[in-house]
């Protein structure tokens, strides 16, 4: 099957704006709500608890899809429309925490549409391993360009960070970079046999045991989103506002030593078995985060750079196992991943929460702690390598 030009720039571009506002979100976000407008941290955990809980609606989001073909094209000019929009408002109505929780959760029923359908695009048109690779890489580079983008704005225009006009500039620019994705929806080429259904069963002889231990691994070795907010805004007080530009500068790198993990991982993991690098991988990632908040600002860094290298080998080896223990069964595979959703649910607005009166170097602590705890399923887990 020959997949036009253009529908991998659609790839592309979907994953740079999901990417973008994860980012924002996780990142720029926090800065400004704890540096800047210094808001009530429990009532900002509480508004993440009931927006972070419409993560949930993506499973049943992809069981429709993978049933009915023929409304993806619409969906997804819709939910581009929808993400769009619930951006530039609930960054008008930062100050107002609950209308901001109101928007952030339409953008991420939007996002989880326009996720699914991309994904699911993407499975049903890489029919050969040399389209997968090519559709990988599309997605790859887009996800890691919407991950730089917002650093390197932010890296441009900022002198104050204090300054609410820049932080405005800054909104508005984010949001002119979303509006693309609008009408690249219109030119997706969708395959013309869009009526076929697809069903999915439940088969009574699948081995249960490791996708129960992978569903535990998946939670805890997400358990850096406890310090998703508290992290950021920690760094700004420890270096000092004057040190702003160059912290961005320094995030930007991190965000490209995990890309290289991903990487190298994605090229080397193949050849060895797969269970051991994730159990080593995610017992040195957990041990680092419990060292690196105690140390100077340079090894700190230095830490944290090395845990990005690691992260990449974690994300690539829990995924393929995920999908080696689904057995081709979507249902499975949905099931999975969602305890990585149950994480950012639980563990975002707890991190919030906790910031509020727990010092930041105990959360990434916990954090460790957490990850740590995901090495012990993996352990039970048999492997045969293919």
């Not at 929009?85 to 996002?111: K, P, Q, R």
Request: hydrophobic letters at 55%; charged letters at 15%.
């Amino acid at each position: 099957m020959m997949i036009p030009k253009r529908n991998y720039i659609v790839y592309f571009y979907a994953y740079f704006v999901s990417n973008l506002i994860l980012i924002f979100i996780n990142v720029m976000l926090p800065i400004f709500f704890f540096n800047i407008l210094n808001i009530n941290r429990i009532e900002l955990a509480f508004i993440q608890f009931a927006a972070y809980s419409i993560l949930f609606t993506k499973p049943i989001i992809s069981i429709y899809f993978d049933k009915v073909r023929s409304t993806r094209k619409i969906f997804l000019i819709i939910s581009s429309i929808g993400t769009l929009s619930s951006f530039i408002f609930f960054t008008l109505y930062l100050n107002i925490l609950a209308v901001f929780g109101i928007f952030l959760s339409i953008n991420f029923l939007c996002v989880s549409v326009m996720d699914v359908i991309i994904d699911k695009m993407i499975v049903d048109y890489s029919p050969e391993e040399k389209t997968k690779d090519r559709n990988a890489r599309y997605i790859f580079l887009g996800g890691m360009s919407g991950a730089i983008f917002p650093t390197i704005i932010s890296f441009l225009i900022f002198t104050d960070m204090y300054s609410i006009p820049t932080w405005n500039l800054f909104f508005l620019i984010l949001s002119i970079a979303i509006i693309p994705m609008v009408f690249m929806s219109y030119f997706l080429k969708v395959s013309l046999d869009s009526n076929k259904k697809e069903v999915d069963t439940i088969d009574n002889d699948i081995n249960k045991k490791p996708i129960v231990l992978l569903c535990i691994c998946a939670f805890f070795a997400y358990g850096d989103r406890i310090y998703d907010y508290p992290l950021e805004p920690w760094l700004v007080e420890k270096w000092g506002e004057q040190y702003f530009s160059l912290l961005l500068l320094i995030l930007m790198i991190m965000i490209i030593l995990n890309a290289l993990g991903i990487v190298i991982a994605s090229t080397v993991s193949s050849r060895y078995n797969r269970k051991n690098i994730l159990s080593l991988s995610l017992f040195i990632l957990g041990l680092l985060m419990i060292i690196a908040p105690f140390t100077d600002k340079i090894t700190f860094f230095i830490i944290f750079g090395i845990m990005q290298i690691f992260a990449g080998f974690c994300v690539v080896n829990l995924f393929s196992l995920m999908v080696k223990h689904s057995h081709k069964k979507v249902w499975i595979f949905q099931l999975l991943t969602s305890f990585s959703l149950l994480a950012r649910f639980l563990l975002v607005p707890l991190g919030t929460y906790l910031s509020a009166f727990v010092p930041t170097e105990i959360i990434i602590v916990i954090a460790g702690i957490l990850v740590l705890l995901s090495v012990i399923p993996v352990i039970f887990i048999k492997y045969e390598k293919e």
